[in-house]
């Protein structure tokens, strides 16, 4: 005995009821998670303490220069590249801070101003930086 008539061919519409149960459970978690995203933390932020950092001055600060024609500075002061390992040491043997700025021109060669640096690490520099503008 057949429910339904006798020839019951292929449906061709769409059972909907699996997707409504998901959508359904898929609106369950958002509604459960959204109150527990939405809680706030109470933090006690301290204040802002009220320091002054001293800034080194430009007379204790050595910067090496380098221009595009590639001539080589010390403070301002031109040396020879051949005398440039023997005035860094110089500086650096009286001072407890080994560190030395460059202030290199964009359009300097590259290798040269690595062999600057190289040179002045050789010499006892222990901290390079590079100034930019």
């Keep these: 005995m057949a429910f339904g008539g ?3 061919g292929v449906r061709s519409e769409i059972n909907v009821t699996p997707l409504v149960d998901v959508v359904l459970v898929l609106l369950i978690i958002f ?3 959204t109150p527990m995203l939405l809680k706030e933390i109470s ?3 301290p204040e802002k303490a009220e320091t002054t ?3 080194p001055t430009a007379a204790s600060q050595v910067v090496v220069s ?3 024609e590639g001539t080589i500075q010390i403070n301002h002061e031109p040396i020879a590249e051949s005398l440039l390992t023997e ?3 110089e ?3 009286a001072r407890a801070e ?3 700025f460059f202030d290199i021109d964009d359009e300097a060669p590259y290798g040269e101003a690595m062999h600057v640096m190289d040179v002045c690490r050789g010499a006892g520099v222990k901290t390079l930086g590079i100034m930019t503008k």
Excluded: E, G, N, P
């Design 66 to 68: 380098l221009s595009r």
């Design 91 to 93: 500086i650096m043997s």
């Design 31 to 33: 509604m459960v998670m």
């Design 53 to 55: 950092i001293v800034q």
């Design 87 to 89: 005035k860094i040491h």
């Design 6 to 8: 006798a020839s019951v």
């Design 98 to 100: 080994k560190l030395v």
């Design 43 to 45: 933090l006690t932020v």
